[in-house]
């Protein structure tokens, strides 16, 4: 990691996200595709961008990241957490700001697990009365 290369793991449910932020033109690029390509939901997209737009940095910096685990809403979740997380490396100013908008907080719900004698996690079998 060089100079001005910073770094932060991000997580949400299954996912878990290395990132890495450096001094550029704005490029985010995960798993070695652009975020375009990556993701296909614009407000996955936005979720992703948060971070840059509450430090108005959005064309400051290039972010580098490799997600792995989950699926695509864990996963744009866990690289906002992880820029956020690097975002305070390079100003700690920054960390207020962040944690306002509610940006620093790792979101503690996963899916829960299916119960036996159930369905689902929750779900019971239908019910017969005769």
């Not at 108005?56 to 685990?69: W, Y």
């Amino acid at each position: 990691m060089s100079a001005n290369q910073f770094y932060g793991t991000g997580r949400r449910k299954k996912s878990t996200a290395r990132v890495w932020v450096s001094e550029g033109s704005g490029d985010i690029t995960i798993n070695g595709k652009p975020m375009d390509d990556f993701v296909g939901r614009a407000d996955l997209r936005m979720i992703i961008r948060q971070p840059g737009e509450v430090t108005s940095t959005v064309k400051r910096f290039d972010v580098k990241a490799t997600v792995r685990g989950g699926g695509e809403s864990g996963q744009a979740g866990a690289v906002r957490h992880g820029i956020s997380r690097a975002l305070i490396q390079v100003d700690e100013n920054w960390k207020s700001l962040l944690r306002k908008a509610g940006l620093l907080t790792r979101d503690p719900r996963m899916k829960e697990r299916k119960k036996y004698g159930r369905k689902g996690a929750r779900r019971r079998f239908q019910f017969t009365k005769r």
